[in-house]
């Protein structure tokens, strides 16, 4: 069994930092679940293009408020608290922070390896094309 605590994982290697949001990944491709774990904080007043090509992601919200808004159809989805949101169509989207930072729960399949930050078009590489970690 594996056991953790997110707290390990702040300020290590596994904690992606951008300028829109950090991700605490807690679980990743290398702990053989099929899928990775991770806390994310979106940051108040931001703007994330976000387009998962390669991974479907579901998203949890538990605290704090933002906006996600799906970009085929011009939907805007209120976040906050007991909000889950699944990017089944792999759903290309802008994630909004709001006045609070947002902090979320999300799982990614395929697991990501830990070290992905979204390109220019919002989208984390395939698996295979990422460098794997020991
Ligand atoms: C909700 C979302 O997609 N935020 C961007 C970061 C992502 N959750 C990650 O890499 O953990």
């Known amino acids: 069994m594996i056991v953790r605590n997110v707290n390990e994982v702040v300020g290590t ?4 930092i ?9 679980l990743l491709a290398r702990d053989g679940m099929g ?3 991770h806390e994310t904080v979106i940051f108040p007043g931001t703007e994330t293009h976000i387009h998962y090509c390669n991974h479907l992601e579901a998203v949890w919200c538990v605290e704090g408020d933002g906006e996600v808004e799906t970009v085929a159809d011009g939907r805007k989805y209120a976040l906050g608290p007991g909000v889950v949101y699944a990017l ?18 999300c ?5 990501l ?22």
Do not use: K
């Open 88 to 105: 089944d169509q792999n759903d290309e989207h802008w994630l909004r922070g709001g006045r609070e930072p947002l902090r979320v729960i």
């Open 13 to 16: 290697e596994n904690e992606i």
């Open 18 to 26: 951008t300028d829109n949001w950090t991700s605490r990944r807690v």
């Open 35 to 37: 899928f990775s774990f």
């Open 113 to 134: 390896t830990g070290r992905e930050v979204h390109d220019a078009q919002g989208v984390y590489p395939l698996p295979a094309a990422t460098e794997q970690e020991a």
């Open 107 to 111: 799982v990614f399949n395929p697991p």
